[in-house]
């Protein structure tokens, strides 16, 4: 059974940087989409990026536009998500996911989620 693990979470200044990083082991992603969301408190969950199996497509929210890229590599069964011009409302768990609906924006369509990391962003 495929399970995916995140890191690279933590603290950062507004403006600043962090790039998350997703390890998947039990079985290879490379013809899985792969996806990132994220959860505030007392919020729901939101979806903040996807990307096809072969890298090529990937799909953001309005508002990481910009900022934000997905980026996998399936030699290493890992997925990235590099976050830029961080703000405040950037703070949140950020979770990796696998899918059969590759570039799917729906949590539902999701069937593998990791743990999530922390990323909090002060002003």
């Given at each position: 059974?495929?399970?995916?693990?995140?890191?690279?979470?933590?603290?950062?200044?507004?403006?600043?940087?962090?790039?998350?990083?997703?390890?998947?082991?039990?079985?290879?992603?490379?013809?899985?989409?792969?996806?990132?969301f994220?959860?505030?408190p007392?919020?729901?969950?939101?979806?903040?990026?996807?990307?096809?199996?072969?890298?090529r497509?990937?799909?953001?929210?309005?508002?990481?536009?910009?900022?934000?890229?997905?980026?996998?590599?399936?030699?290493?069964?890992?997925?990235?998500?590099?976050?830029?011009?961080l703000k405040?409302?950037?703070?949140?768990?950020?979770?990796?996911?696998?899918?059969?609906?590759?570039?799917?924006?729906?949590?539902?369509?999701?069937?593998?989620?990791?743990?999530g990391?922390?990323?909090?962003?002060?002003?």
């Open positions: 059974q495929v399970q995916v693990v995140e890191a690279g979470g933590g603290a950062a200044q507004a403006g600043g940087s962090l790039r998350l990083s997703c390890v998947a082991s039990g079985r290879t992603l490379s013809t899985d989409g792969m996806g990132w994220r959860q505030a007392g919020q729901e969950r939101e979806f903040v990026a996807a990307i096809g199996w072969s890298g497509n990937a799909y953001y929210a309005d508002f990481v536009q910009g900022r934000f890229t997905i980026s996998r590599d399936n030699a290493k069964s890992t997925v990235y998500l590099q976050m830029n011009s405040p409302e950037d703070t949140a768990v950020y979770y990796c996911a696998a899918t059969h609906h590759s570039g799917s924006s729906a949590s539902w369509d999701y069937n593998t989620w990791g743990q990391t922390q990323v909090t962003v002060s002003s």
